[in-house]
């Protein structure tokens, strides 16, 4: 039995809206505190942000595309860190991934891996615009390049979110060796658990609010 604890503690709560403002950042954070949730994600143009003891930043990199050239991720990682920043979700380089280029995909995982330091560094796969196999080698390449963590989704492409195949599969590719974060599309208490039960150590949600209200301590 998970307890609504025990998913608040798992959960990014999560604001990425491109127009969202200093002032729904703020808020974010006083909700965050008030649900327990392990950190909050926002844009990096948010950064530095004020948060209390505990609570952690997280920031995104090469947002949402991943199209971005490695030296502009890699300072964009190094700059958020700077201001402040515990973990770094980056997004990994589709069109790598796409031509199966993959000592090129860990090559720009393993750029921003260095940028970070000893911030965490989350790799935003887009598992839903991925085959399996697909999904196994990016995985696979991530882990080489020593990242901490694979994630699903940007929450922000057409193809859509997270899945609880892909969760299962990115777990069983990583082993116990690095985390899995399951973002995008995660509404409901049932969601969440589906995510899981089927792997994902992490969660990154801006439905916090609804999640939580359908668990119970
Ligand atoms: O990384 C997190 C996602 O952007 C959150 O997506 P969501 O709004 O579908 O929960």
């Known amino acids: 039995m998970t307890t609504r604890r025990e998913i608040a503690a798992m959960i990014d709560h999560t604001l990425l809206k491109p127009e969202a403002t ?5 808020a974010l954070i006083a909700q965050g505190v008030e649900l ?4 909050v994600c926002v844009s990096p143009n948010q950064l530095p942000v004020e948060v209390p003891e505990g609570l952690r930043v997280a920031t995104v990199c090469g947002f949402p595309s991943g199209a971005h050239a490695t030296a502009v991720k890699a300072a964009e990682a190094a700059d958020s860190v700077a201001k402040g920043a515990d973990e770094v ?3 990994v380089n589709l069109r790598q991934v796409k031509e199966h280029d993959w000592d090129a995909v860990e090559a720009d995982v393993r750029a921003v891996k260095e940028a970070v330091g000893a911030a965490l560094l989350k790799v935003i796969i887009e598992s839903a615009a991925l085959t399996d196999e697909e999904i196994v080698a990016v995985c696979q390449a991530s882990e080489r390049a020593c990242a901490d963590y694979v994630k699903t989704s940007t929450g922000f492409h057409p193809a859509g979110g997270a899945s609880v195949h892909a969760v299962r599969l990115m777990r069983e590719t990583v082993g116990e060796r690095l985390g899995v974060k399951a973002s995008g599309g995660i509404r409901t208490a049932q969601d969440a658990l589906a995510m899981v039960e089927a792997g994902a150590s992490r969660l990154g949600v ?3 609010v609804a ?4 668990l119970e301590d």
Do not use: H, K, R
Not at 22 to 26: L, R, T
Not at 36 to 39: K, R, V, Y
Not at 211 to 214: A, F, S, V, Y
């Open 89 to 91: 979700d980056m997004v």
């Open 211 to 214: 999640i939580l209200d359908g």
């Open 22 to 26: 200093g002032e729904q950042v703020a």
């Open 206 to 208: 801006s439905a916090s």
């Open 36 to 39: 327990g949730t392990f950190s």
